[in-house]
């Protein structure tokens, strides 16, 4: 794929924060980043499927692509895994739609058995989280959670693998533990984003 992959994830439409002001913030952080480390192919910020909404991640991505010019790009659950996720997606702006079981096919190509570690190890954070959520009184994680989980580490893994280079921020200095955002440890932990790739949205710089 000719493209530097840019993945911004975050909290949906529950984020109440002003998307504009989010949005400026991470356009901030992405920039200073690519001074010390430059892409080396044309940007493109890949959605997941993400419905538009008021606020959250779907109000921010958009803002941000504008900010920066570059174009869109959608990564959505197959119909078999979610019918509602491809209907429901902002698709404004795509220049290309790929489903997850690309992605996936891709990545488990390059590193054979990838696929089921990935599995394994959301499987194993969410019952970690269910475990910390009975503690707390509250419901277990709902199932379409680890379909998420997996639609999230799949893309990075494949991205980075397939452009050889991708950037990854997350639209908080926080990420809450209970979120599909806070499965991003599991790329890290098996190697599938480099942690020199990641961008910190930095909490002092909030507005």
């Known amino acids: 794929m000719n493209y530097h992959p840019v993945v911004i994830e975050g909290m949906s439409g529950y984020d109440l924060r002003n998307p504009t002001q989010v949005s400026e913030q991470v356009t901030e952080r992405l920039l200073h980043h690519w001074v010390s480390k430059p892409p080396i192919k044309p940007l493109l910020i890949l959605t997941q499927g993400d419905p538009l909404e008021a606020s959250g991640i779907s109000a921010i991505t958009p803002l941000v692509a504008q900010s920066l010019g570059v174009p869109r790009g959608l990564v959505y659950l197959d119909e078999y895994i979610a019918d509602y996720h491809w209907p429901d997606a902002d698709r404004r702006g795509m220049i290309f739609e790929v489903p997850y079981s690309a992605l ?3 990545l488990e190509h390059h590193m054979p058995g990838i696929a089921n570690q990935i599995a394994l190890a959301i499987d194993e954070q969410i019952k970690e989280k269910n475990r910390a959520r009975a503690i707390q009184g509250k419901d277990l994680l709902k199932d379409y959670y680890r379909d998420f ?25 926080e990420i809450p533990p209970f979120s599909v955002a ?21 909490a002092s710089e909030a507005r």
């Open 182 to 202: 806070s499965f991003y440890t599991v790329g890290l932990k098996l190697g599938l984003v480099n942690p020199d790739n990641m961008v910190a949205y930095l």
């Open 104 to 106: 996936l096919d891709q």
């Open 149 to 173: 989980a997996l639609l999230q580490e799949v893309t990075k893994g494949a991205c980075s693998k397939l452009c050889d280079e991708i950037t990854v921020i997350h639209t908080s200095a």
